[in-house]
């Protein structure tokens, strides 16, 4: 007898729609498994304001809420994962779905590339070419996102400006630039 091959697929998942549109993804491409299950966290990492699961046919419990659990101290949020089984004769009980399942979204969550979320005020920073150089500086320092330039009269930059430093980084550009420099939210 065959043992049951299980894949387990994820992706970004911002809200619940984007999370539900992959779940469909991963049905239409694996349509002959015998199930798909899933769970998302859309929200911060250990949030629960936001989140899915389903066994998809499975015993109650034993797969859903595991992916969901492992998602959920997995340290990562706006994650979707779908676990596809194939069955392969060989019933593994409750305790044995559970490991597979939340074994899978854990192998997942191991390989994944993962960066901390920063959320960003976009403005506008607009300067005298003396003045170009220290900004530049500044911006790095202050892991300011450079979105488009754009040199006329002046240099106009649009950004992105971590919001917890928006206030700080107001002030460096006023002091960069002696105050001639102008910013503004977009």
């Excluded at 619940?16 to 859309?42: G, K």
């Amino acid at each position: 007898m065959q043992r049951s091959r299980f894949i387990t697929s994820g992706a970004h998942a911002p809200d619940a729609e984007a999370a539900h549109s992959f779940i469909q993804r991963v049905r239409d491409e694996f349509p002959d498994a015998t199930h798909n299950c899933w769970a998302f966290v859309a929200g911060p990492p250990g949030s629960t304001a936001h989140i899915g699961m389903s066994d998809d046919g499975e015993p109650h419990g034993t797969a859903g809420r595991p992916m969901l659990t492992a998602l959920l101290h997995g340290g990562v949020g706006e994650m979707v994962a779908v676990s596809t089984r194939y069955f392969g004769g060989i019933k593994l009980g409750t305790g044995g779905l559970s490991r597979a399942y939340s074994g899978g979204v854990k192998l997942l969550l191991e390989s994944l590339p993962v960066e901390e979320k920063v959320e960003r005020v976009l403005v506008e920073v607009t300067v005298s070419y003396a003045d170009v150089d220290a900004l530049q500086r500044l911006m790095e320092e202050s892991e300011v996102t450079v979105e488009a330039e754009e040199y006329g009269a002046d240099v106009r930059y649009s950004c992105g400006v971590p919001t917890s430093t928006l206030d700080t980084f107001r002030s460096a550009v006023a002091d960069v630039s002696r105050g001639t420099g102008v910013m503004r939210e977009v």
